[in-house]
């Protein structure tokens, strides 16, 4: 008897480089990667605008923007969402940095943030909360997959800090 088991994604190496894309934001202006060449870009997958874990994990963001910033670190958020629910998450939460949407999940694919997961006892496919931190050479610094939003900045933080990136 054999079963057909979901593959998992491909996951992003450090020092590889980091996929291209053009996306809108919350306002359907196109946010493309190339616009971030020379900064550090802190690029996080997200499931769905407004549940718990995504208010969450923006909210984390979004209290540390200005020290990210300091840091030399921009921010992006991407999901499934359409263009209308990004622009009420964005007011809702008064978010200062983008929010990108991947409708057709062809970002996340190819970030490796998108794939099976368990949700109430069922396997389907879906966004995989994921961060990627892309260098201001457009390689891929850190790639974090499956991380917790409750606490997943300061993480992140403390795992660039100790990469010294």
């Not at 996340?108 to 966004?127: D, F, I, M």
Request: hydrophobic share 40%; with cysteine; net charge negative.
């Amino acid at each position: 008897m054999t079963t057909k088991q979901s593959q998992s994604p491909l996951r992003l190496q450090p020092g590889s480089e980091a996929p291209g894309f053009t996306l809108s934001d919350a306002v359907g202006r196109q946010v493309s990667l190339a616009d971030y060449r020379g900064r550090n870009v802190i690029v996080y997958f997200y499931p769905k605008a407004a549940t718990p874990g995504c208010t969450t994990e923006a909210c984390d963001f979004r209290d540390s923007l200005a020290s990210l910033q300091g840091a030399g670190y921009d921010v992006l958020g991407i999901s499934p969402d359409p263009l209308q629910a990004l622009a009420e998450f964005t007011e809702d939460l008064g978010l200062t940095f983008p929010l990108l949407s991947d409708e057709d999940h062809a970002v996340a694919r190819a970030y490796g943030a998108w794939g099976p997961k368990v949700l109430n006892g069922q396997t389907a496919e879906g966004v995989l909360r994921s961060t990627v931190v892309v260098d201001s050479d457009g390689r891929v610094a850190l790639a974090q997959y499956q991380v917790d939003a409750a606490g997943h900045v300061a993480a992140l933080r403390n795992e660039l800090a100790a990469l010294g990136i």
